[in-house]
Nanobody, 120 residues
Framework: QVQLVESGGGLVQAGGSLRLSCAASGSIFRLTAMGWYRQAPGKQRELVAEVTSGGSTNYSDSVKGRFTISIDTAKYTVYLQMSSLNPEDTGVYYC??????????????WGQGTQVTVSS
């Protein structure tokens, strides 16, 4: 099994910044990618940003230029630096990891989520 521990969420005023971290642990044999998704009240979960183990990144249009995702493959940890936050960024942020386990199964695992609230 693979476990994800997220940290860094909280309450921030519009225009402020937050940094999210997510550390994966367990039976990882090969890491493929890690990412962040978010879910606002009454809305579907959506991709925020993702990064491959090779460092290639992908961002949703709504966060391009404001958020930066990075990965430490040695620590199986992904970071999301969020700047110029606005109330539309409010939601529960979920970390995920795509990997191959030591038992040769390939799948995606999800964290429990961390709340980000941006006040106007």
């Amino acid at each position: 099994q693979v476990q994800l521990v997220e940290s860094g969420g909280g309450l921030v005023q519009a225009g402020g910044s937050l940094r999210l971290s997510c550390a994966a642990s367990g039976s990882i044999f090969r890491l493929t990618a890690m990412g962040w998704y978010r879910q606002a009240p009454g809305k579907q979960r959506e991709l925020v940003a993702e990064v491959t183990s090779g460092g290639s990144t992908n961002y949703s249009d709504s966060v391009k230029g404001r958020f930066t995702i990075s990965i430490d493959t040695a620590k199986y940890t992904v970071y999301l630096q969020m700047s110029s936050l606005n109330p539309e960024d409010t939601g529960v942020y979920y970390c995920n990891v795509a990997c191959t386990t030591i038992w040769a199964s390939t799948r995606t695992y999800w964290g429990q989520g961390t709340q980000v609230t941006v006040s106007s």
